[in-house]
Protein backbone atom coordinates (compact mmCIF):
# COMPACT_ATOMS: atom_id res chain seq x y z
CA UNK A 1 0.00 0.00 0.00
CA UNK A 2 1.04 3.31 -0.64
CA UNK A 3 0.99 6.72 1.47
CA UNK A 4 -1.81 7.91 -0.16
CA UNK A 5 -3.86 4.40 0.00
CA UNK A 6 -3.22 3.52 3.85
CA UNK A 7 -4.29 7.35 4.79
CA UNK A 8 -7.49 6.68 2.81
CA UNK A 9 -8.06 3.19 4.59
CA UNK A 10 -7.27 5.00 7.93
CA UNK A 11 -10.04 7.36 7.56
CA UNK A 12 -12.31 4.55 6.39
CA UNK A 13 -11.56 2.76 9.59
CA UNK A 14 -12.59 5.79 11.49
CA UNK A 15 -15.80 6.65 9.68
CA UNK A 16 -16.64 3.29 9.99
CA UNK A 17 -15.97 3.08 13.89
CA UNK A 18 -17.76 6.29 14.35
CA UNK A 19 -20.88 4.97 12.91
CA UNK A 20 -20.51 1.60 14.79
CA UNK A 21 -20.38 3.80 17.70
CA UNK A 22 -23.23 5.74 16.84
CA UNK A 23 -25.57 2.72 16.60
CA UNK A 24 -24.81 1.36 19.85
CA UNK A 25 -25.42 4.47 21.40
CA UNK A 26 -28.65 4.52 19.95
CA UNK A 27 -29.66 1.18 20.61
CA UNK A 28 -28.93 1.53 24.14
CA UNK A 29 -31.06 4.06 23.82
CA UNK A 30 -33.66 2.49 22.42
CA UNK A 31 -33.24 -0.35 24.59
CA UNK A 32 -33.85 2.02 27.35
CA UNK A 33 -37.03 3.46 25.88
CA UNK A 34 -40.96 2.32 27.15
CA UNK A 35 -42.41 0.30 25.70
CA UNK A 36 -39.45 -1.62 24.29
CA UNK A 37 -39.16 -1.16 20.58
CA UNK A 38 -38.28 -4.81 20.06
CA UNK A 39 -39.68 -7.82 18.54
CA UNK A 40 -40.44 -10.00 19.74
CA UNK A 41 -41.02 -7.80 22.61
CA UNK A 42 -39.20 -8.70 25.57
CA UNK A 43 -39.84 -8.28 29.77
CA UNK A 44 -37.68 -5.82 31.82
CA UNK A 45 -34.84 -8.56 32.56
CA UNK A 46 -34.40 -9.55 29.20
CA UNK A 47 -33.86 -6.28 28.03
CA UNK A 48 -31.75 -5.82 30.84
CA UNK A 49 -29.59 -8.29 29.10
CA UNK A 50 -29.79 -6.99 25.95
CA UNK A 51 -28.08 -3.89 27.25
CA UNK A 52 -25.41 -5.33 28.94
CA UNK A 53 -24.44 -7.36 25.82
CA UNK A 54 -23.40 -3.51 24.37
CA UNK A 55 -20.68 -3.29 27.48
CA UNK A 56 -17.53 -4.26 28.24
CA UNK A 57 -16.79 -7.00 31.63
CA UNK A 58 -15.08 -3.90 33.21
CA UNK A 59 -17.50 -1.51 32.02
CA UNK A 60 -18.56 1.47 34.48
CA UNK A 61 -22.06 3.38 34.83
CA UNK A 62 -22.31 6.36 36.46
CA UNK A 63 -24.53 9.34 37.58
CA UNK A 64 -22.36 12.57 37.96
CA UNK A 65 -23.08 16.20 38.89
CA UNK A 66 -24.77 17.65 41.68
CA UNK A 67 -28.20 15.84 40.93
CA UNK A 68 -26.82 12.02 39.51
CA UNK A 69 -24.48 11.35 41.93
CA UNK A 70 -26.81 10.52 44.77
CA UNK A 71 -29.31 9.45 42.58
CA UNK A 72 -27.89 7.03 39.86
CA UNK A 73 -24.16 6.31 42.09
CA UNK A 74 -21.47 4.50 39.92
CA UNK A 75 -21.70 0.70 38.94
CA UNK A 76 -18.57 -1.02 37.98
CA UNK A 77 -18.72 -3.99 35.79
CA UNK A 78 -21.67 -6.05 34.64
CA UNK A 79 -23.20 -7.71 37.23
CA UNK A 80 -23.33 -4.38 38.70
CA UNK A 81 -24.66 -2.60 35.68
CA UNK A 82 -27.54 -5.68 36.11
CA UNK A 83 -28.19 -4.76 39.47
CA UNK A 84 -28.36 -0.30 38.65
CA UNK A 85 -31.38 -1.39 36.05
CA UNK A 86 -33.13 -3.68 38.22
CA UNK A 87 -33.54 -0.91 40.25
CA UNK A 88 -34.50 1.30 37.37
CA UNK A 89 -37.23 -1.36 36.42
CA UNK A 90 -37.98 -3.66 39.60
CA UNK A 91 -40.69 -5.84 38.84
CA UNK A 92 -43.57 -3.87 41.40
CA UNK A 93 -42.94 -0.15 40.44
CA UNK A 94 -45.88 1.56 41.17
CA UNK A 95 -46.92 3.61 39.66
CA UNK A 96 -45.42 1.92 36.33
CA UNK A 97 -43.52 4.00 33.68
CA UNK A 98 -45.53 3.63 30.47
CA UNK A 99 -43.92 5.80 28.42
CA UNK A 100 -40.57 7.17 27.84
CA UNK A 101 -38.59 7.40 24.85
CA UNK A 102 -34.64 8.90 24.37
CA UNK A 103 -34.05 11.79 21.82
CA UNK A 104 -30.25 12.39 21.23
CA UNK A 105 -28.66 15.33 19.69
CA UNK A 106 -25.42 17.51 19.40
CA UNK A 107 -23.37 14.11 18.58
CA UNK A 108 -19.78 14.48 18.86
CA UNK A 109 -17.10 11.25 18.58
CA UNK A 110 -13.65 11.31 18.71
CA UNK A 111 -12.12 7.89 17.51
CA UNK A 112 -8.55 7.15 18.76
CA UNK A 113 -7.37 4.09 17.60
CA UNK A 114 -9.08 0.93 19.02
CA UNK A 115 -10.67 3.43 21.99
CA UNK A 116 -12.83 6.15 21.38
CA UNK A 117 -15.06 9.19 23.25
CA UNK A 118 -18.47 10.47 22.65
CA UNK A 119 -20.81 13.36 24.04
CA UNK A 120 -24.26 14.17 22.92
CA UNK A 121 -26.79 15.83 24.96
CA UNK A 122 -30.47 13.51 25.24
CA UNK A 123 -33.68 14.56 26.46
CA UNK A 124 -36.66 12.31 27.07
CA UNK A 125 -40.27 12.64 28.42
CA UNK A 126 -41.51 10.55 30.98
CA UNK A 127 -45.44 9.35 31.48
CA UNK A 128 -46.22 7.25 34.63
CA UNK A 129 -49.69 4.67 35.30
CA UNK A 130 -50.60 7.56 37.69
CA UNK A 131 -50.78 10.03 35.23
CA UNK A 132 -47.61 12.25 36.45
CA UNK A 133 -45.39 13.10 34.06
CA UNK A 134 -41.85 14.75 33.92
CA UNK A 135 -39.16 16.11 31.44
CA UNK A 136 -35.87 15.28 31.58
CA UNK A 137 -32.58 16.11 29.67
CA UNK A 138 -28.80 14.58 30.65
CA UNK A 139 -25.61 15.57 28.67
CA UNK A 140 -23.49 12.42 28.14
CA UNK A 141 -19.77 11.50 28.02
CA UNK A 142 -19.16 7.90 26.83
CA UNK A 143 -16.29 5.68 26.37
CA UNK A 144 -16.02 2.60 23.62
CA UNK A 145 -13.53 -0.15 23.30
CA UNK A 146 -13.39 -2.28 19.67
CA UNK A 147 -12.69 -5.55 21.63
CA UNK A 148 -12.54 -8.56 19.08
CA UNK A 149 -13.24 -6.33 16.05
CA UNK A 150 -16.78 -5.07 17.88
CA UNK A 151 -16.93 -1.62 19.65
CA UNK A 152 -18.49 -1.81 23.01
CA UNK A 153 -19.64 0.45 25.86
CA UNK A 154 -16.86 0.59 28.78
CA UNK A 155 -18.54 4.02 30.03
CA UNK A 156 -21.40 5.74 30.08
CA UNK A 157 -21.22 9.03 32.43
CA UNK A 158 -24.25 11.10 32.50
CA UNK A 159 -25.33 14.23 34.38
CA UNK A 160 -28.55 16.29 34.68
CA UNK A 161 -29.07 18.92 32.53
CA UNK A 162 -32.98 19.72 33.84
CA UNK A 163 -35.84 17.71 34.78
CA UNK A 164 -39.11 20.09 34.54
CA UNK A 165 -42.36 18.63 35.19
CA UNK A 166 -45.03 18.05 32.54
CA UNK A 167 -48.33 18.34 32.30
CA UNK A 168 -50.45 15.28 33.72
CA UNK A 169 -51.37 12.51 31.25
CA UNK A 170 -49.60 14.64 28.84
CA UNK A 171 -49.78 12.09 26.23
CA UNK A 172 -52.99 11.32 24.77
CA UNK A 173 -51.95 8.07 22.06
CA UNK A 174 -49.13 5.69 23.04
CA UNK A 175 -48.83 2.41 22.08
CA UNK A 176 -48.58 -0.41 25.30
CA UNK A 177 -46.22 -2.43 23.18
CA UNK A 178 -44.44 -1.55 20.19
CA UNK A 179 -44.28 -3.61 17.16
CA UNK A 180 -42.20 -1.76 15.02
CA UNK A 181 -39.77 -4.54 13.89
CA UNK A 182 -42.75 -6.98 13.40
Not at 56 to 80: H, I, L, N, S
Not at 155 to 166: A, G, Q, W
Request: charged share 25%; hydrophobic share 35%; with cysteine.
Amino acid sequence: MNETTEALVARIEKLEAEADIRRIQARYMMLCDTPCPTWPPVDDQERIELVLELYTEDAVWEGVGEYYTGQFGRAEGKDAIRAHFNRFWPEDQDPKLILNAHYLTSEQIFVDGDTAEGTWIHMQPWLFSDGKALLRSSRLFNAFRKENGKWLITRTRTENVFISDLPDNFAGSYPTQSVLFK
